[in-house]
């Protein structure tokens, strides 16, 4: 996705030109991967402009560095207000929003103790993150990188290291002609996707594996089980072996950016009858009604 490259970005509590947003080359991040981010999004709703479940986006954040023992340089109201701020600035009502928090520059070494902990926060329009795929849904493939165990790179941590395993997933699957990568744990269970949780229906049942599958505790992963269960549909959060994925009736991607994305085939195997499904588009529909319409009965809208 290119980016505009201008308006104004929120950075170490002032606002900056885009191009004025840098980092230094020996900067800790660059070196070690030593970065932890959000991706969120705000919407036009029928009552007005809104971001998309803010407030647990930044606990989340913070959560992150804490399992990194990196405290958050700025508190939780004034990340919400900076997000805010970034939307108004740049006249900005459907949008995405990348907080970023990062080890700057300091001493070169392994250990980030001693690098300065710096913030930003950037926003730009976001269409379909899957483009087409968004309507004639994803044609997916079983990776053959497996996530990381939970011992090794923390998953519940949306830290940027992590999503070096997710680009050699992502890439697999463009340089072999499919929207997405569907990944599996290292005993062969059902993950994610490279930047989404999944999740599958068979029999009236909606599945999605656990949050000790090491995988990342996505906002839009607990909105979907959030509408499910005021829809009354039965859920299972279990271990979903590989085969599931060939027998499924449905299967659905679920995050911010992609928010629900239904998928049409894995391996070049049609998922179901091919279309998308009866509870996909139910879910869909539903979630649709709080972001579009406004109709918001959990209180998940921070309106601007």
């Given amino acids: 996705m290119k980016l505009p490259e201008s ?38 709703t029928k009552r007005g402009a809104a971001i998309f479940r803010l407030r647990d986006h930044i606990k989340r954040l913070e959560r992150s560095l804490r399992i990194y023992h990196t405290e958050m340089p700025y508190s939780i109201e004034e990340l919400e207000a900076a997000c805010v701020g970034v939307l108004k600035k740049n006249n900005l009502l459907a949008a995405y929003l990348r907080p970023i928090i990062f080890r700057g520059y300091g001493e070169m070494g392994i250990s980030p103790i001693n690098c300065p902990t710096e913030c930003a926060i950037a926003a730009w329009e976001l269409g379909a993150y899957l483009g087409a795929a968004a309507e004639r849904g994803a044609n997916m493939c079983i990776s053959t990188w497996n996530r990381l165990p939970p011992n090794t790179m923390p998953a519940l941590a949306k830290a940027g290291g992590n999503y070096m395993n997710a680009q050699l997933m992502k890439m697999e699957a463009i340089r072999n002609g499919y929207d997405e990568a569907l990944t599996l744990d290292i005993d062969g269970n059902v993950s994610e996707a490279s930047g989404a949780n999944v999740f599958m229906v068979q029999d009236g049942i909606l599945y999605t594996p656990p949050i000790n599958d090491s995988l990342l505790m996505g906002i839009t992963r607990d909105t979907v089980l959030a509408l499910a269960k005021d829809a009354g549909i039965p859920v299972k959060e279990t271990l979903l072996p590989r085969g599931m994925v060939y027998t499924a009736d449905e299967i659905f991607l679920a995050g911010t950016a992609v928010e629900i994305n239904w998928v049409r085939s894995v391996d070049k195997l049609e998922v179901g009858k091919g279309k998308i499904g009866e509870m996909t588009k139910m879910l869909k529909d539903r979630m649709d009604a709080v972001v579009k319409d406004g109709t918001d009965t959990h209180d998940w809208l921070h309106f601007f």
């Fill in 7 to 44: 308006g104004l970005i929120w950075m170490n509590g002032e606002y900056v030109q885009w191009k004025d947003a840098t980092v230094h080359v020996l900067a800790h991040v660059i070196h070690y991967g030593t970065s932890w981010f959000e991706g969120i999004r705000s919407y036009e």
